[in-house]
């Protein structure tokens, strides 16, 4: 699992807590956190407060002031409150590598493209890629997501023109329904994912 900072503001002291925090490995706590969608355990942390039972390993040592707890975004921990680092060659052990997340960007970007630079930039852009994206995404074993970018490419490009050669304005059905249903599928699919990786781990 990766514990990141919660939020990267200067003026609050999550980044400066974690890095304190970071230099005592091992150290038993009880944690409050955000957890992040991912493909693999991330959480953000905005509290913390010592281990409530006892066990091996060093502990935090609050003062009385912090009532046993600490706000990691606006309270300021100090080296007199940890404990001192483990001395000795015995250390954390090494974190395992993380596995290769499955591509679902390549379906994500042409959503997110859709709403911000409308249908045309879409069409241009999965032109470009020539179905390279769509390949990608059947090799990594995404065969649906595959399926369902070929057919928001499909509604994309296919915008029907009037008598006179102007766009109609009136073809969006198509297109919606393949953009809704490309999206219903990722987001589907982050949160499966996401709990996959909190289960195994």
């Known amino acids: ?14 980044a400066a807590n974690l890095a304190l925090l970071a230099a005592v490995p091992g150290l038993r706590l009880r944690i409050v956190g955000r957890l992040e969608r991912a493909a693999h355990p991330r959480l953000h942390l905005l509290a913390a407060a010592p281990a409530p039972e006892s066990g091996p390993g060093p502990s935090l040592a609050l003062p009385e002031a912090y009532r046993q707890r600490v706000s990691l975004g606006f309270d300021a921990l100090q080296h007199a409150d940890l404990p001192p680092a483990p001395v000795g060659p015995a250390g954390a052990p090494p974190a395992a590598g993380l596995a290769p997340q499955p591509p679902l960007h390549l379906l994500a970007r042409p959503l997110e493209q859709a709403v911000t630079g409308g249908r045309s930039a879409l069409s241009a852009r999965l032109a470009r890629s020539a179905g390279g994206e769509e390949a990608h995404l059947r090799t990594a074993g995404l065969a649906t997501a595959g399926h369902l970018l070929t057919a928001l490419r499909a509604a ?37 994912l996401c709990a996959a990786a909190w289960s195994a781990g």
């Not at 699992?1 to 999550?14: D, E, I, N, S, Y």
């Open 1 to 14: 699992m990766a514990l990141l900072a919660a939020q990267g503001h200067p003026r609050l002291a999550f």
């Open 156 to 192: 994309a490009a296919d915008q029907r023109r009037d008598t006179f050669g102007r766009l109609r304005t009136d073809d969006h059905q198509a297109y919606a329904t393949a953009w809704l249903a490309a999206a219903a599928y990722r987001e589907e699919l982050a949160t499966a």
